[in-house]
């Protein structure tokens, strides 16, 4: 029916956080890690430190194996960090490989600062450019600075980390913790703890590790969407045998407190809705389409009332809103200049200049286009989808966007939770789902090819928005760092 709990682009994003723990590591050797989720074996991490004269090469891959409702997706990320022995960046490169889809990325850092980058998605190849972060380091520069402020216990220092797979650096505040005895499978270590708080666009991910006196990693804990993951040193014996993939799809449902048939044909739906746990992050974004606001209790109250798409709006944005703009180019997940995509574009507006018609028109075919809908995709670019007719809600989402700035119209995609009243056995709940915004006579427009092509109906009151960008994998961090920490106390639908 189109409808997935996103786990390919939280996967990976959970996955880039742990890369960023790995960073701790020092040695020169080849240092192979456990990986579980809420205690049971999802894979396993492998780091890799060497020096050759003034170069230092860092690399670390994380392999990583979920259920999706029956169905095993595996992820495999490997970044490798290039840098001086002083600590100075070289360059880098990141590789994602997911079932049916694979992104590589090649950066080099000019004397000047100046990043020259290389990236390609299956057949898409991009190149860019831009400025090396001020005062960002990567994996050796840190590992210099940690040793400059040392492992004495209340220590507190904070230091821009630079992420390949991000392309962006996050601001991380490190503070040395007390010697505690520490669990490695069985065999008991006394350690250094350490917690580190990295501070994505989105929201902050918080770990504690578990050092040795040469500021080795042996035990990483974090907790997202509400699940616990861990990471233990292991030998690679150990870390790389075969285990049964674990079901997380079912772990981030969110239950609705009561049924809300037909919320397709409902004018507005409002929610209360409380956070948990620990979620000091908590955010929900207001847009054209949802109101939020935190009330005195706690509890957040959000109104979402779909906007109105106008009626007489020509083709073509004629703005000068530098988000409307960014919403009208291609990227690597959203190829809207690829011949294949201003084809199908084409073929389903037809000669209308009408851009409510337009976007409508694309949003039916899409629903339609898209022949085999299953959980199977890693996660697919547009142009991928256009070529294979292939996929689940993401896929919908990133080929309407792509279709809709092919044509002119402004177009973006939105991550973020939807109402079903039934799926796979789970009543009543709203899961993970990505659909696409337009933006047609000053306002974002929702529209949900996936739903469409389902007979849903398309987009409604039954969608909450967490995050919205083109596709990107950072997009998703509004999931990770959302998924687990709320509940929704109550609803009341306005029909």
């Given amino acids: 029916m189109g409808f997935d709990m996103k786990t390919r682009g939280i996967f990976s994003a959970v996955i880039i956080c742990l890369l960023f723990c790995l960073q701790f590591c020092a040695s020169g050797e080849e240092q192979y890690y456990a990986v579980f989720i809420d205690g049971q074996r999802a894979g396993y991490a492998v780091h890799n430190r060497g020096v050759n004269g003034n170069e230092v090469r860092t690399s670390d891959r994380v392999m990583m194996t979920i259920n999706r409702m029956g169905v095993p997706i595996t992820i495999a990320t490997n970044e490798t960090c290039i840098e001086t022995a002083k600590g100075e960046p070289i360059g880098f490169e990141a590789m994602q490989d997911m079932s049916m889809w694979r992104t590589t990325m090649t950066g080099r850092v000019a004397a000047d600062g100046n990043v020259s980058i290389v990236s390609t998605t299956g057949q898409y190849e991009q190149t860019k450019n831009f ?95 509400g699940i616990k993951l861990e990471m233990v040193a292991c030998d690679k014996g150990f870390a790389i045998q075969e285990t049964e993939p674990t079901e997380l799809l079912g772990k981030t449902f969110i239950k609705s407190p009561k049924p809300m048939k037909n919320i397709k044909a409902a004018k507005s739906a409002r929610y209360k809705i409380r ?17 939020v606001k935190v009330m005195q209790d706690g509890s957040v109250l959000v109104i979402v009332s779909p ?106 995609v939105v991550v973020g939770v939807a109402y079903v009243d039934e799926f796979m056995g789970n009543k009543d709940v709203f899961g993970g789902h990505a659909w696409t915004e337009v933006f047609i006579g000053n306002r974002w427009v929702g529209l949900d090819s996936a739903f469409r092509g389902s007979g849903r109906g398309g987009y409604d009151a039954g969608h909450i928005a967490l995050a919205s960008g083109s596709g990107e994998l950072e997009d998703y961090f509004g999931l990770l760092f959302n998924l687990g920490q709320f509940e929704i106390e109550d609803v009341k639908v306005l029909r």
């Fill in 307 to 412: 906007a109105f798409m106008p009626g007489r709006t020509q083709l073509g944005y004629r703005g000068r809103d530098k988000e409307v703009l960014d919403a009208l180019k291609s990227n690597r997940y959203v190829q809207s200049d690829d011949e294949k995509i201003k084809e199908l574009a084409k073929q389903a507006i037809g000669d209308t200049r009408n851009a409510a018609e337009a976007v409508r028109k694309i949003e039916a075919f899409v629903g339609n286009y898209i022949e085999q809908k299953d959980l199977s995709v890693g996660y697919a670019s547009a142009a991928e989808v256009a070529q294979s007719k292939q996929g689940d809600c993401t896929e919908f989402a990133v080929l309407t966007a792509a279709m809709c700035r092919a044509a002119g119209i402004p177009a973006r």
């Fill in 131 to 225: 400025q090396w972060p001020a005062g960002a380091v990567m994996a050796e520069g840190m590992l210099l600075i940690q040793k400059e402020k040392g492992l004495a216990e209340g220590t507190e220092y904070s230091l821009k980390m630079f992420s390949p797979s991000l392309m962006q650096a996050a601001e991380t505040k490190i503070r040395v913790g007390p010697k505690r005895d520490v669990d490695l499978l069985g065999k008991m270590v006394t350690l250094t703890e350490v917690e580190s708080v990295v501070n994505m666009f989105t929201g902050a991910v918080k770990s504690v590790s578990y050092v040795d006196d040469e500021f080795n990693t042996l035990k990483t804990q974090t907790a997202m969407m």
């Fill in 275 to 291: 956070p948990t746990g620990s979620a000091t992050d908590f955010k929900i974004p207001s847009d054209d389409n949802q109101k």
